[in-house]
């Protein structure tokens, strides 16, 4: 069993949201087709990726706390089951092995971990709460998964319409979850989308952002790329992402939750287009 302090510095990297993206990073090395021919260098990118996200998770919840005392009490911190020390040196722990896992892959795939590395400072340090600016590193830094795991196995373009997909459908998201956490961001005295503009107005843009990302998930079928099977799954996760955008108005919690499972269900339509080609 594990031990009620070692639980609450593994929830601080919500270890759920650490895992999804080290599935992205496999994913993005299996469709640029790199997984059987370079199978260590994808383990170690998997790794790189799972440690620096929840780094990035608990980095995130130490600026945040005095902000998540309002819209997300329940987090570790605010209750008081870790203190901003240890969620300091959980983050430090956890980006020290992401750097030694990113070590050991190509160059590109090293250039892209410090590039991700420096976005997520400038967003914790200096644009989170900034209207739009935020949610676009948000938005990269997601999307960047799929090129990370490409790169680890030399075909970073391999993953290029994936990351297109994630990032534009991430950015819809991160805009559905302003609006959700509207009340303590304005106590926090932040400038975020919703905040600036208006709920609505913001809402409208991340609806028109979504159909964006609906249209780069045609690219690969009308490209030759993937047949059938792919638009069998991604028209289906076309429609959920669609109509999450839409629940926005009224219910942005359900919304946004609805928009990752679209986003995850996009990225097993590549998944499915690249194993019908390697099959076929």
């Known amino acids: 069993m594990v031990s009620l302090p070692l639980r609450a510095w593994l929830e ?4 759920g949201n650490a895992v999804a993206a080290g599935v992205l990073t496999f994913t993005g090395a299996f469709v640029s087709g790199g997984v059987t021919t370079g ?3 994808v383990t ?14 608990a980095i995130n919840d130490y600026f945040d706390r005095e902000i ?23 983050s430090i722990a956890l980006f020290a092995i992401a750097t030694v896992a990113a070590l050991t892959l190509p160059r590109v795939a090293i250039g892209i971990a410090v590039v991700n590395l420096l976005a997520l400072i400038a967003y914790t340090e200096l644009f989170k709460g900034r209207p739009a ?5 948000v938005a990269y830094l997601t999307g960047s998964a799929f090129l990370f795991g490409g790169a680890a196995v030399g075909e970073p373009r391999g993953a290029g319409v994936l990351f297109l997909l994630a990032a534009v459908a991430t950015l819809t998201r991160e805009i559905v979850k302003d609006v959700e956490d509207i009340t303590g961001d304005r106590e926090e005295g932040l400038r975020t989308l919703p ?3 208006g709920r609505r107005t913001a809402l409208w843009i991340a609806v028109v952002v979504i159909l964006v990302a609906v249209a780069a998930s045609a690219i690969p079928y009308t490209a030759g790329t993937f047949g059938v099977p792919y638009l069998l799954v991604v028209l289906p996760a076309d429609a ?6 839409g629940q926005s108005f009224q219910r942005p919690t359900r919304s946004q939750r609805w928009l990752k499972r679209g986003m ?13 080609v390697v099959l076929g």
């Open 39 to 41: 199978p260590l260098a």
């Open 133 to 137: 600016i935020g949610n676009v590193l």
């Open 264 to 276: 995850f269900l996009a990225a097993a339509a590549f998944v499915v287009g690249r194993a019908t």
């Open 12 to 15: 601080l990297t919500r270890p």
């Open 195 to 197: 905040i600036v503009i």
């Open 240 to 245: 959920v992402m669609l109509w999450a955008a």
């Open 68 to 90: 998540d005392a309002v819209n997300q009490p329940d987090r570790p911190i605010p209750r008081g089951a870790v203190s901003p020390r240890e969620a300091l040196g959980v």
């Open 44 to 57: 170690a990118a998997v790794v790189a990726t799972v440690a620096a996200t929840g780094g990035g998770n």
